[in-house]
């Protein structure tokens, strides 16, 4: 199917092939009939892409800090790749969408229906049930595609909370603003429109509007005082996009005494109290579509809010739009300047600088259902290889940030096969696929399972689906790769036994099962095994890890679908120890930071102690609430009248080693190449697994008995 991306970092917009979504519980499949092109919002981000990358930095000063950290504490190196990773991902565009159910999650829609929805300009988009709304019988396609953007100034329009006869201002007439015209005169309000655009103040005329035409040098505060009566307007919504900070002071100037204004749009925020003071006047920031947008419980996870405490939200102020349509108080018509068809939609986005364009249309023609529904596309020229079977043949489940980033270009310098790769999505597939030269994408997990020709399986998704991934895969006689956790709980842990001594039993089996513990393998840990391999005594290990805040709601943090940190990350931590020990854990006791009142309490901030069975002992310190400037991991090793120190993967230190006093790197490594070229390499080499089996589980199960220690 097409979709139209945005690339980043160079601007350029295109028009790529990828597969079909996959439809999943809580989620709707849409066959897209139209979508409206946001001019703001699609405009915004083409000048963001084409920007200088000085530019770029200097309208986003927040993630500058965010480098600027990240070079502190990783080394300019990884700071720069990362930055051109992000920058280099291309973006799906467009978020206004109508279109018709090819297949239905969710309770109350079926195939067939058609509905509205923040799906992007692709012929099929995957929309959560909570963005999605039915189109009513006598609304057209084209029409519905407004929906979401009028929600943004119907949502504009209920925090200003208008009354009959209200003289009310709209600064800004573009889609957003016109409709917004519309709505508050169905509301009651008188209205007077403000653009420099005279065919859009022509518009907001003909819905009813007096207008003030800055291109005529009309004088907005003079026309505004008139339109009141002398007593200035009641209040103000701002739906345009300017970085001048004289936007408020004019809007503010308009108001009477306790007039409010609501910004829907973007401009400069330096507000000055002397405006907002004298006259008490209030001032609030809309949120896109309303209540719901950007929660995760209530956009991704389906959860909706109780009508008797929250009204509106964005999907019924979706319901609430496509009612004003049905009635034709809401005309869209007049709105739209062009017509694409999607195949054409390029030169849609080469007149969104001509002053003339307005409403711009993508259009989708039918199409037999089992092309759009295609999971699978080729992402390389490669023709398919007659492989040896001592080839190791790898096909990747999950297609994010870190396995595009770290897995994936580690796999391809090992001398493996790269062959196909899953998403659910489609897009990172496709896109990943064919920068690392997969042979194809694909949505579906069972295109890569009943691939004969595919061996190893690297699985990358998020933590929840790892378990049973690993089992199907084992069933199918697949080695296996999962980065890490293998398991959010014993009973996962169980099943991937049974099912891994299973099919480990068969006579011709030879399958390696092997977890991204990659800091084994790391260059300054493995010196650091060297020079303990010659000392006798116990050891006393302690590696303090200042993991950085992440919010209680992000999906790491989620028992169900993360595990949480210690899990989903300190497990790292634990199988170092066991590395670096090179004996049976014993017993082991953990300790989080108490409850306060004021504090969001997770286990992220954590103090683990472990014994071993030849008597070393182990702490780890998991913290996620120090500073991003100092060094996120630093291990420090006690023997025998001498210490090693690492220091975040860069420096390392002996005292009383003989001949060895430090090893530094220019670069971070945490061994992430090392380790999948170690794993690649035991299948050429018809070796075991890098890492045994038995030390997988023991590090797997003692994380997980820490975690639960916890609860």
Same mark, same amino acid.
């Given at each position: 199917?097409?979709?139209?991306?945005?690339?980043?970092?160079?601007?350029?917009?295109?028009?790529?092939?990828?597969?079909?979504?996959?439809?999943?519980?809580?989620?709707?499949?849409?066959?897209?009939?139209?979508?409206?092109?946001?001019?703001?919002?699609?405009?915004?981000?083409?000048?963001?892409?084409?920007?200088?990358?000085?530019?770029?930095?200097?309208?986003?000063? !927040?993630?500058?800090?965010?480098?600027?950290?990240?070079?502190?504490?990783?080394?300019?190196?990884?700071?720069?790749?990362?930055?051109?990773?992000?920058?280099?991902?291309?973006?799906?565009?467009?978020?206004?969408?109508?279109? !018709?159910?090819?297949?239905?999650?969710?309770?109350?829609?079926?195939?067939?229906?058609?509905?509205?929805?923040?799906?992007?300009?692709?012929?099929?988009?995957?929309?959560?049930?909570?963005?999605?709304?039915?189109?009513?019988?006598?609304?057209?396609?084209?029409?519905?595609?407004?929906?979401?953007?009028?929600?943004?100034?119907?949502?504009?329009?209920?925090?200003?909370?208008?009354?009959?006869?209200?003289?009310?201002?709209?600064?800004?007439?573009?889609?957003?603003?016109?409709?917004?015209?519309?709505?508050?005169?169905?509301?009651?309000?008188?209205?007077?429109?403000?653009?420099?655009?005279?065919?859009?103040?022509?518009?907001?005329?003909?819905?009813?509007?007096?207008?003030?035409?800055?291109?005529?040098?009309?004088?907005?505060?003079?026309?505004?005082?008139?339109?009141?009566?002398?007593?200035?307007?009641?209040?103000?919504?701002?739906?345009?996009?300017?970085?001048?900070?004289?936007?408020?002071?004019?809007?503010?100037?308009?108001?009477?005494?306790?007039?409010?204004?609501?910004?829907?749009?973007?401009?400069?925020?330096?507000?000055?109290?002397?405006?907002?003071?004298?006259?008490?006047?209030?001032?609030?920031?809309?949120?896109?579509?309303?209540?719901?947008?950007?929660?995760?419980?209530? !956009?991704?996870?389906?959860?909706?809010?109780?009508?008797?405490?929250?009204?509106?939200?964005?999907?019924?102020?979706?319901?609430?739009?496509?009612?004003?349509?049905?009635?034709?108080?809401?005309?869209?018509?007049?709105?739209?300047?062009?017509?694409?068809?999607?195949?054409?939609?390029?030169?849609?986005?080469?007149?969104?600088?001509?002053?003339?364009?307005?409403?711009?249309?993508?259009?989708?023609?039918?199409?037999?259902?089992?092309?759009?529904?295609?999971?699978?596309?080729?992402?390389?020229?490669?023709?398919?290889?007659?492989?040896?079977?001592?080839?190791?043949?790898?096909?990747?489940?999950?297609?994010?940030?870190?396995?595009?980033?770290?897995?994936?270009?580690?796999?391809?310098?090992?001398?493996?096969?790269?062959?196909?790769?899953?998403?659910?999505?489609?897009?990172?597939?496709?896109?990943?696929?064919?920068?690392?030269?997969?042979?194809?994408?694909?949505?579906?997990?069972?295109?890569?399972?009943?691939?004969?020709?595919?061996?190893?399986?690297?699985?990358?998704?998020?933590?929840?689906?790892?378990?049973?991934?690993?089992?199907?895969?084992?069933?199918?006689?697949?080695?296996?790769?999962?980065?890490?956790?293998?398991?959010?709980?014993?009973?996962?842990?169980?099943?991937?036994?049974?099912?891994?001594?299973?099919?480990?039993?068969?006579?011709?089996?030879?399958?390696?099962?092997?977890?991204?513990?990659?800091?084994?393998?790391?260059?300054?840990?493995?010196?650091?095994?060297?020079?303990?391999?010659?000392?006798?005594?116990?050891?006393?290990?302690?590696?303090?890890?200042?993991?950085?805040?992440?919010?209680?709601?992000?999906?790491?943090?989620?028992?169900?679908?993360?595990?949480?940190?210690?899990?989903?990350?300190?497990?790292?931590?634990?199988?170092?120890?066991?590395?670096?020990?090179?004996?049976?854990?014993?017993?082991?006791?953990?300790?989080?930071?108490?409850?306060?009142?004021?504090? !969001?309490?997770?286990?992220?901030?954590?103090?683990?102690?472990?014994?071993?069975?030849?008597?070393?002992?182990?702490?780890?310190?998991?913290?996620?609430?120090?500073?991003?400037?100092?060094?996120?991991?630093?291990?420090?090793?006690?023997?025998?009248?001498?210490?090693?120190?690492?220091?975040?993967?860069?420096?390392?230190?002996?005292?009383?080693?003989?001949?060895?006093?430090?090893?530094?790197?220019?670069?971070?490594?945490?061994?992430?190449?090392?380790?999948?070229?170690?794993?690649?390499?035991?299948?050429?080499?018809?070796?075991?697994?890098?890492?045994?089996?038995?030390?997988?589980?023991?590090?797997?199960?003692?994380?997980?008995?820490?975690?639960?220690?916890?609860?």
């Amino acid at each position: 199917m097409k979709q139209i991306l945005q690339n980043l970092s160079n601007g350029k917009t295109l028009i790529s092939e990828v597969p079909c979504p996959k439809c999943d519980s809580g989620s709707i499949l849409i066959a897209s009939r139209n979508t409206l092109i946001s001019a703001g919002t699609e405009k915004m981000l083409l000048d963001f892409g084409t920007a200088s990358l000085f530019n770029k930095a200097r309208q986003q000063p !927040e993630k500058v800090k965010m480098v600027l950290d990240k070079i502190r504490s990783d080394g300019l190196l990884l700071a720069v790749d990362a930055v051109r990773s992000k920058l280099a991902q291309p973006i799906p565009l467009g978020y206004c969408n109508a279109g !018709e159910i090819l297949e239905s999650g969710v309770q109350g829609y079926s195939k067939g229906d058609r509905v509205v929805s923040n799906g992007s300009h692709a012929e099929v988009v995957r929309v959560a049930k909570n963005l999605c709304a039915k189109i009513p019988d006598n609304v057209d396609d084209e029409s519905a595609a407004f929906t979401v953007l009028a929600a943004v100034g119907l949502q504009g329009i209920r925090l200003i909370k208008p009354t009959i006869g209200e003289a009310m201002v709209v600064m800004g007439l573009g889609l957003v603003g016109l409709m917004t015209v519309q709505m508050l005169r169905a509301n009651g309000c008188r209205v007077l429109a403000i653009d420099y655009n005279k065919e859009r103040c022509q518009l907001a005329s003909e819905f009813g509007a007096e207008i003030v035409n800055l291109s005529n040098d009309d004088e907005p505060l003079t026309i505004s005082k008139s339109f009141s009566r002398g007593r200035g307007v009641d209040g103000v919504i701002i739906a345009l996009s300017s970085q001048s900070h004289e936007v408020i002071h004019q809007a503010a100037e308009m108001c009477r005494k306790r007039g409010r204004i609501v910004l829907v749009g973007v401009t400069g925020l330096n507000l000055r109290r002397d405006d907002f003071f004298k006259k008490e006047l209030s001032f609030q920031v809309s949120s896109s579509y309303g209540p719901g947008r950007y929660d995760k419980y209530y !956009e991704n996870d389906g959860h909706d809010y109780p009508i008797g405490f929250v009204r509106w939200t964005e999907q019924r102020n979706f319901e609430a739009v496509l009612d004003l349509m049905a009635t034709g108080v809401l005309n869209v018509k007049p709105l739209i300047s062009h017509r694409f068809e999607i195949s054409e939609a390029l030169k849609a986005y080469e007149v969104l600088n001509d002053s003339s364009s307005l409403g711009i249309i993508i259009d989708y023609p039918e199409q037999d259902e089992s092309l759009l529904r295609n999971s699978f596309i080729k992402t390389s020229q490669k023709i398919e290889e007659n492989y040896l079977s001592s080839d190791a043949i790898v096909g990747f489940v999950g297609a994010g940030n870190y396995a595009s980033r770290v897995l994936i270009p580690a796999f391809k310098n090992t001398g493996a096969k790269l062959h196909k790769i899953v998403s659910s999505a489609g897009l990172s597939g496709s896109y990943n696929g064919e920068r690392a030269g997969f042979i194809g994408a694909t949505t579906e997990l069972d295109d890569l399972i009943s691939d004969g020709q595919i061996n190893t399986v690297v699985i990358a998704t998020r933590h929840n689906f790892h378990a049973s991934q690993v089992k199907s895969i084992l069933e199918s006689g697949k080695n296996v790769f999962v980065e890490k956790p293998l398991a959010l709980n014993l009973k996962e842990l169980e099943e991937i036994d049974k099912t891994y001594r299973k099919v480990s039993s068969r006579s011709d089996s030879s399958l390696r099962l092997m977890v991204g513990y990659n800091r084994r393998f790391a260059p300054h840990i493995l010196k650091m095994k060297t020079l303990l391999q010659n000392k006798r005594e116990p050891k006393a290990i302690i590696i303090t890890i200042n993991a950085g805040r992440i919010s209680k709601d992000h999906w790491t943090q989620d028992p169900q679908i993360g595990g949480g940190r210690i899990i989903g990350e300190a497990c790292h931590f634990v199988d170092l120890l066991r590395f670096l020990v090179g004996s049976t854990f014993k017993d082991y006791k953990a300790m989080s930071i108490g409850n306060h009142s004021s504090l !969001e309490i997770t286990d992220d901030k954590v103090v683990m102690n472990f014994s071993f069975e030849d008597g070393s002992i182990g702490t780890i310190h998991y913290l996620a609430n120090g500073g991003k400037v100092f060094p996120k991991e630093r291990i420090e090793v006690f023997c025998e009248d001498s210490v090693l120190q690492l220091d975040n993967y860069r420096s390392l230190r002996g005292y009383g080693f003989p001949g060895f006093k430090k090893m530094n790197l220019l670069k971070q490594d945490k061994g992430q190449n090392a380790c999948a070229k170690a794993f690649i390499d035991s299948i050429l080499q018809a070796k075991p697994s890098p890492i045994t089996y038995d030390e997988i589980i023991e590090s797997t199960k003692i994380s997980i008995l820490v975690a639960d220690s916890l609860n």
